[in-house]
């Protein structure tokens, strides 16, 4: 029972771990934009069709794969940040939400187009597959490897962000856009490079996520929830609030679907809607 | 009634033209509740439905899904167009009124009637509840407060099968006769009829809600929620009561899909209803009431003509259209119409 409980919380923190690396650019751009940007999950997407195409194509090893992932969804990241979404940010959020309703359905509509309405399998190379034995427990060694890999992005961003020139110019910009400005940061390019940054971490968790989400053309959809929640109930514009929000969100969805698989994604729905009642600002407030 | 009594105002503000020359004109008109009298064009529109009926006979189950969803974006305006709050979940109210009306109808409760209200009780209930939760926070809360609602809604129409029939839906509705006269037949002539009346009278009530000044509050709360405190109007009260308006219509509406198709799907719980609506309403042009009904009108209508060829390449139109509109032509088809009249009107003055 101990064992099993053990292995819950280790399934739900692997599974939040990626939800908070594919939310944590959604949270920086809504906090940053103050844009609501439903269309994020289709980042995700381009990584894992990346991977899977480059896997299966080109035969690449799967670690490989993963910054092209991650360099992929960057770069559409980026263009569509140029040309699309910074003429929004004015716009109210209606406008916004329409907007990325729209290019998550023409995202959607593109990838069943050229890959087909099926799941997309991915081919785990043998040293991530199988159980490994710590401390007398079988663990899963793919997710060992995702709760290591977030665990070294995490790093890497809180040492981008706090300890880099480029940070300060990020945190500089989310408290005070026109004071940024008017201390000579060039905040459009702050922004058009978070936005990128976002989108490429989002897709490198899409590349990761595919054997544990799974991959198919609908994963914007099916997931949107899932990320706006991690950013809604951890608060927008920090690190530490979605990472707090994923990891809970993510145990609590494993323990759910575990214990009562009789109701299912109802528990997650129940938690949420409880903690915006009782945080209707997030969990972690950024400060004015 | 409402025609008489905005007569009546004119006649006395004629009347008692001399005592007001303190107020100037303009001001005048700008103080007084918009007029509420029915336009010629409007008289038009709501001939069209009736002369559809006769021009398109092969087309009336078609047309009672529109005048229905019509309905239904209706009450999204309430609170969208007019409230400015934004909702992802209103399908949950339409929703709960088809089960509603969809549960009673096979425990055998068919009189078509008191299942509509019944069903617009249950969803005005649910509505004020939500609308607890909706006035906290800002639009991301709302948001995702609505999302939420929604999806938990529909996860329990899934699991509770023995209930709502799951992914299967809900058959064996028996309707009863409309009136104790009518029969709902195989040709949709009594569906039809039933909707239009439903959805004129709801129509009525909701164009006469809007111009009062409770209406013209809501607007002002959309324009700038914090200086309504300022001239007294209990902005988060009036936001629970419009919420909970637009859930009894929603419900309504849903109630008249599960009544006039003897028929309720999990979908009519689901995401996709809730973001369609969207759109539509946005297509139409929001807080103008028509645009909600010509929205569902040419949404409806294309989906009929095009999601036949693909589905997928339907979704994909659907997203590139929603892209533009919020680029390019915001304010949607009536935005649109509007923009045009006026640019006669000026030259017509010039």
């Known amino acids: ?288 | 009634m409402s025609a008489f009594s905005s007569s009546a105002l004119k006649a006395k503000s004629a009347a008692g033209a001399t005592d007001n020359q303190l107020v100037p004109a303009m001001d005048k008109s700008a103080l007084r509740l918009p007029n509420d009298r029915w336009k010629p064009l409007e008289i038009v529109f709501w001939l069209l439905p009736v002369a559809s009926y006769f021009l398109f006979p092969d087309y009336l189950v078609l047309i009672s899904q529109i005048m229905i969803v019509g309905l239904f974006a209706l009450s999204l305006d309430l609170i969208l167009g007019y409230a400015g709050i934004v909702s992802l979940g209103h399908a949950a109210f339409f929703g709960l009124g088809a089960y509603t009306a969809g549960l009673l109808s096979v425990h055998g409760w068919g009189e078509p009637i008191s299942g509509l209200l019944a069903a617009g009780v249950v969803a005005g209930i649910a509505g004020l509840i939500v609308s607890f939760l909706v006035v906290r926070g800002q639009d991301l809360a709302r948001l995702m407060v609505t999302l939420g609602i929604g999806l938990m809604l529909f996860e329990a129409a899934n699991k509770a099968a023995f209930i709502t029939g799951g992914v299967d839906g809900l058959s064996g509705m028996a309707m009863s006769n409309l009136f104790g006269v009518f029969e709902f037949d195989l040709f949709g002539k009594t569906a039809f009829w039933y909707s239009f009346g439903v959805l004129f009278i709801l129509f009525v009530l909701m164009r006469r809600l809007v111009n009062s000044p409770f209406g013209m509050s809501l607007r002002g709360i959309r324009e700038g929620g914090r200086r309504m405190p300022a001239i007294g109007a209990h902005v988060d009260r009036r936001l629970k009561a419009i919420f909970t308006v637009a859930a009894v219509i929603a419900g309504m509406a849903g109630a008249l899909l599960a009544q006039t198709t003897q028929f309720v799907g999990l979908d009519v719980l689901g995401f996709p209803r809730s973001a369609e609506l969207l759109i539509m309403l946005v297509l139409g042009g929001t807080g103008r009431l028509y645009g909600a009904l010509i929205g569902a009108a040419v949404f409806m209508v294309a989906q009929d003509k095009i999601s036949g060829l693909d589905p997928a390449y339907w979704q994909f139109y659907i997203g590139l259209f929603l892209v533009l509109i919020v680029l390019f032509a915001r304010g949607g088809i009536m935005g649109g119409a509007e923009k045009i009249i006026a640019r006669f009107k000026r030259k017509e003055a010039a």
Not at chain 1, 25 to 37: A, E, H, K, P, W
Not at chain 1, 117 to 131: A, C, E, I, Y
Not at chain 1, 157 to 177: C, H, K, M, P
Request: proline content about 3%.
């Open chain 1, 1 to 288: 029972m101990i064992g099993n409980f053990v292995g819950v919380l280790f399934d739900g923190i692997a599974y939040g771990s990626l939800l908070f690396l594919i939310s944590v650019g959604l949270s920086v751009t809504m906090g940053l934009m103050n844009f609501i940007n439903l269309a994020h999950g289709a980042f995700a997407m381009v990584g894992g069709y990346v991977c899977v195409t480059v896997l299966q194509k080109m035969g690449m090893p799967f670690l490989a794969t993963l910054p092209l992932a991650f360099i992929a969804a960057a770069v559409i990241g980026l263009v569509l940040e140029r040309t699309l979404y910074r003429q929004l940010y004015q716009a109210t959020h209606l406008d916004q939400v329409l907007f990325s309703i729209g290019l998550t359905f023409m995202a959607v509509a593109g990838a069943t187009f050229l890959f087909g309405p099926t799941q997309q399998p991915v081919n785990l190379p043998d040293w991530l597959r199988g159980q490994v034995h710590v401390l007398g427990l079988d663990l899963g060694a793919y997710r060992l490897f995702l709760i290591a890999v977030v665990v070294l992005v995490t790093l890497g961003l809180y040492l981008l962000i706090e300890r880099t020139r480029f940070g300060a110019q990020i945190r500089a910009s989310v408290d005070n856009q026109t004071a940024a400005a008017g201390l000579g940061i060039n905040v459009s390019r702050v922004f058009s490079l978070t936005f990128a940054l976002g989108s490429g971490l989002a897709g490198l968790g899409g590349g990761l996520g595919i054997d544990v989400l799974g991959l198919d053309p609908s994963f914007p959809v099916k997931y949107m929830v899932y990320f706006l929640l991690v950013v809604a109930v951890g608060g927008a514009g920090s690190i530490k609030g979605p990472l707090i929000a994923a990891l809970i969100l993510g145990v609590f969805d494993v323990a759910g679907k575990y214990y009562v698989p009789e109701v299912g994604a109802f528990v997650i729905y129940t938690l949420m809607v409880v903690l915006l009642i009782l945080f209707p600002f997030g969990l972690v407030r950024r400060k004015a």
